[in-house]
């Protein structure tokens, strides 16, 4: 069993910026591939940005790619999304999931490849 609790959401304008953080705990050694993914109302669950724990290796979608960065702090079990020049159309309830099971990281942003997810913590961007 592996436990996320996100944090750091919260309301901020246009062109802001916000670090998200999940906390993971359990049987965190299962942990090859933690995704960050949003989903807005009306909307499905998109990925957002993805990290491989044993290589770092990063993957982002097209929309974030050179706004948002992922990282992780592996001694303190947390992964990072660090969020900068902030749109309207990022609002959403932000998510990580852990323990990809897929085949490869080409499937890196299907909701349906993970294992265990978190709670959610909302973004609200304003124009």
């Known amino acids: 069993q592996v436990r996320l609790v996100e944090s750091g959401g919260g309301s901020v304008q246009a062109g802001g910026s916000l670090r998200l953080a999940c906390a993971a705990s359990g049987s965190t050694d299962s942990i090859g591939r933690m995704t960050w993914f949003r989903q807005a109302p009306g909307k499905e669950r998109e990925g957002v940005a993805s990290?491989?724990?044993?290589?770092?290796?990063?993957r982002y979608v097209d929309s974030v790619r050179g706004r948002f960065t992922i990282s992780q702090d592996s001694a303190e079990k947390t992964l990072y999304l660090q969020m900068a020049s902030l749109k309207p159309q990022d609002t959403a309830l932000y998510y990580c999931?852990?323990?990809?099971?897929?085949?490869?990281?080409?499937?890196?942003?299907?909701?349906?490849?993970?294992?265990?997810w978190g709670q959610g913590t909302q973004v609200t961007v304003s124009s």
């Open positions: 990290l491989y724990y044993r290589t770092n290796i990063t």
């Open positions: 999931a852990a323990v990809y099971t897929g085949n490869s990281g080409g499937g890196w942003s299907d909701p349906g490849k993970y294992r265990y």
